[in-house]
């Protein structure tokens, strides 16, 4: 029978639609059949009780009498899944179908006979899944919506099957759900607190990108996870299931650990376009020997195709049963042929399963994905206010836990908390996989960048408060000091008690050197320009060759001033200013660009060329950093061309080096050139897919140059501090540059200030870490602010610790 749809609302997005009288209740159930290409929420009542897709066209109910149906249909969506890797027929046929004109009829019959599964005969492990991003070729709202349809059908399957088991990550997807309907949400707990829903590879905010956030973030991402899922579920989050993420940084297993974490999952090296990435199953090892047990399962989405069960046994992979990038779920047909397949799990099961292996090779290195190599510089727009916020936020926390330390209001403190709290959320959520990488669509930027003005504004406004009950002297920041070039022939020499630098009318550097030491440069701080067409995933990739493509750069003026050299550049239709200064007091050259960007599939780099071979190449990752080969020969090193490094590269000689600094600046190079090691890095580009204009506009990149001979890691990144122009007063010093101070906050649920701390030379060492306020009592404590185990003591207002090598510590400090 076909019931006529009335529409009887139109928000622009969701057209409400209304059965035309009311459906009468059978003796078996009733199956409503709804086709639609975009999606389409189904409610009874006013209660939701599944959704429509271009998967799922049938839902099989028991009527309850009266029923009045409703169908919120989406006005304009892309498929589920089947998505296009770039611009095309085919993105631009999916673009020209995304409105849909919803249909205006519902048909009902008859349900036939639930199947029984039968007995479980498989041996497959089994769980629901349905990959759903935050947001790429939609908005944050339109995941908001398809978080709600896919779990609608997802919640409609579990109540209707007992063994079925659906998994769901990223705690953000059920706070969208959550703001949405809050009555659907209390039958979504019930089925995760059962465990039916399974949260358990819900550790993280969202699923992020690994590489680009800074550690410190990337802690967050697990706390304000494992957090929600705890608060909201009663249950505690094992997994750190990220399966499409572009890359892991190889501190990431020090970070889930010191979170409490002890498991990781992905797909995502699987798409590696050199070499194969080696184990279904393993120990992934950070650089302070903590582990979690890992996965790298073959298949993130389909059903019971036979080459996924024939890879799934070979493997011995946990089967994922479900669609996705835009949600979905699982299909209706997979719950009753699963029997024959194998049994329903958890992640966290699974997991727990795979622990008990004894063999598990190691892994002790970062997981470089070999694919989407541009995703550290495109949209750099979002990655400096990124990386602005990250650092706003670190000196609020500071401000503030100075703030609590001289006695300011409960009540001040606590409205401070949230007002961070809500700033951090908007972060982690930009931190998505495809909105941080610069691989969305312009929409997504306009939403970000809106947000981002709510937490600049919130982290001002906490700064400020903070600020106003401290005392002015002593939290005044120090000045710099310019050092005034000297003009010399065909350029510009900066010289200080640290270094000495010349940097010709071109703007490239021909000599910098410690003042004791030997150049370390034949030409660095090269403009380059390159045709950048990669063959496919526009914004994504970075294709091998680029550099056999250069583009034209010309150097048109310079003009020195009594404390800085400006270099003016013109390329293509856009224009560039790099200013270079020295400060007395500084062990670097900073050079600050702006570019007035106006290129299309370009990549502008910065090309160095040493006057050394490097020994040793290194690059800031998560809290940590990570060696590289500075030669690179077997396939998997020459496969790493393009890779992310934060903060800095470094390349040391025999007795002498020379690292660059970077503020909010990701992508970097390494080889070995005909007279000396060469690096470089990687500015800005120009794709036009999945958004046409991404990049495009003015820009402000800082860097700068500093040549070393004996420099530890710690005093590396204290150098690093010093140019990002971090501000405040310690709270907690040590006299080890070893020991690198990397948050001071309020604790999230106490009175308590939290400290944490990093080992960066890789040596195990005693520590003696300085209070700044009067402490009564220290903890140790891990990401969560939770006790934890290891020795910490407090005597004569210091914190007494061991620390190992490039270890992570937090503490808790109760103070007087």
């Not at 919120?72 to 849909?100: C, F, K, Q, Y």
């Not at 410190?216 to 299931?241: D, M, N």
């Not at 408060?465 to 002297?473: C, E, G, H, I, K």
């Not at 750069?553 to 003016?568: F, I, K, Q």
Request: hydrophobic fraction near 40%.
């Amino acid at each position: 029978m076909k019931h006529r749809l009335v529409a009887i609302e139109d928000d622009g997005a969701i057209v409400t639609l209304r059965a035309d009288g009311l459906l009468r209740p059978g003796k078996r159930e009733t199956a409503l059949r709804y086709t639609t290409r975009t999606g389409a929420l189904l409610r009874l009542d006013g209660v939701v009780r599944g959704a429509f897709d271009p998967k799922h066209d049938t839902i099989a109910l028991s009527l309850p009498p009266a029923s009045e149906l409703t169908l919120e249909v989406e006005r304009s969506s892309l498929p589920t899944t089947g998505l296009p890797s770039g611009d095309g027929p085919v993105w631009r046929s999916m673009l020209a179908g995304m409105r849909e004109t919803p249909a205006g009829v519902i048909e009902t019959t008859v349900a036939p006979a639930r199947p029984s599964g039968g007995p479980e005969r498989g041996e497959l492990a089994l769980t629901g899944h349905s990959h759903l991003d935050v947001a790429w070729l939609w908005t944050y709202a339109a995941a908001a919506r398809k978080a709600e349809r896919t779990l609608a059908t997802a919640v409609r399957q579990l109540e209707g099957d007992d063994t079925f088991v659906f998994t769901q990550s990223q705690p953000q997807l059920f706070a969208f759900v959550a703001e949405r309907d809050p009555a659907f949400f209390e039958r979504v707990r019930t089925l995760a607190r059962a465990g039916r829903l399974d949260t358990s590879g819900a550790a993280l905010w969202v699923e992020p990108d690994c590489t680009i956030p800074s550690g410190e973030s990337l802690l967050r991402q697990l706390s304000y996870g494992i957090r929600y899922v705890e608060r909201e579920f009663g249950r505690s989050p094992a997994v750190a299931w990220l399966p499409d993420s572009f890359g892991f940084a190889n501190t990431l297993p020090t970070l889930l650990r010191h979170a409490g974490i002890t498991f990781f999952g992905t797909t995502k090296l699987g798409w590696n376009d050199t070499t194969p990435f080696p184990y279904a199953r393993f120990r992934w090892a950070g650089p302070d020997g903590s582990s979690v047990v890992a996965a790298q399962i073959a298949s993130i989405e389909g059903s019971f195709e036979p080459s996924r069960i024939v890879r799934a046994k070979a493997r011995g992979d946990l089967l994922l049963i479900g669609h996705g990038d835009g949600g979905g779920g699982t299909p209706d047909d997979a719950l009753a042929r699963a029997p024959g397949f194998g049994r329903w799990t958890t992640l966290g099961a699974w997991f727990s399963q795979i622990a008990l292996e004894h063999s598990l090779p190691v892994v002790s290195d970062e997981l470089y994905l070999q694919e989407h190599r541009g995703v550290t510089t495109t949209h750099h727009d979002v990655k400096a206010r990124n990386a602005a916020l990250e650092r706003g936020l670190a000196a609020a926390e500071l401000s503030l836990a100075w703030a609590r330390a001289l006695h300011a209001s409960p009540y001040f403190l606590d409205e401070a908390r949230r007002q961070l709290a809500h700033a951090w959320e908007i972060v982690l959520r930009a931190q998505f996989h495809d909105v941080l990488p610069g691989t969305s669509i312009a929409e997504v930027y306009v939403d970000v960048h809106r947000e981002y003005d709510d937490a600049e504004a919130l982290v001002a406004i906490v700064e400020g408060n903070a600020r106003s009950v401290l005392p002015v002297a002593g939290f005044a920041a120090e000045g710099p000091e310019p050092v005034v070039p000297r003009r010399v022939r065909g350029g510009a020499v900066f010289e200080n008690e640290r270094l000495i630098a010349r940097v010709r009318r071109d703007g490239t550097l021909a000599e910098l050197r410690t003042r004791a030491g030997r150049n370390l440069v034949r030409r660095a701080h090269r403009l380059a320009l390159y045709v950048d067409r990669p063959a496919r995933w526009d914004a994504w990739n970075v294709d091998r060759g680029y550099h056999r493509r250069p583009l034209r750069v010309r150097a048109t003026g310079w003009e020195l001033s009594h404390d800085a050299l400006e270099v003016r550049y013109a390329f293509g239709t856009s224009l560039a200013v790099a200013r270079f200064t020295l400060d007395a007091n500084e062990p670097f050259l900073r050079v600050e660009w702006a570019v007035d960007w106006r290129e299309r599939h370009a990549l502008l780099r910065i090309e160095n060329e040493l006057a050394f071979v490097a020994r040793r190449a290194r690059f800031g990752s998560p809290h940590g950093a990570v060696d590289r080969a500075p030669d690179p020969r077997t396939p998997a090193q020459r496969a790493k061309y393009e890779a992310c490094g934060q903060r800095f590269a470094r390349l040391d000689g025999t007795s002498s080096g020379v690292a660059q600094l970077a503020l909010d600046t990701y992508g970097w190079s390494v080889e070995r050139g005909r007279r000396g090691s060469e690096f470089g890095h990687s500015l800005l580009r120009g794709p036009t897919w999945p958004d046409p204009a991404a990049d495009r506009g003015t820009h402000a990149l800082s860097f700068a140059y500093l040549p070393f001979e004996q420099l530890g890691m710690g005093e590396l990144e204290a150098a690093w501090t010093r140019f990002a122009g971090r501000t405040g007063v310690a709270m907690f010093t040590s006299d080890d540059p070893a020991l690198l101070v990397v948050a001071t906050k309020l604790a999230d649920e106490s009175s308590a200030i939290i400290v944490r701390l990093r080992e960066c030379d890789g040596l195990a060492r005693d520590a003696v870490i300085r209070c700044g306020v009067r402490a009564r009592s220290v903890a140790c404590v891990d990401a969560l602010e939770r006790p934890t185990g290891g020795a910490a003591t407090l005597e004569d207002g210091a914190i007494h610790a061991r620390f190992l090598p490039f270890e992570v510590r937090s503490f808790s400090i109760e103070v007087a």
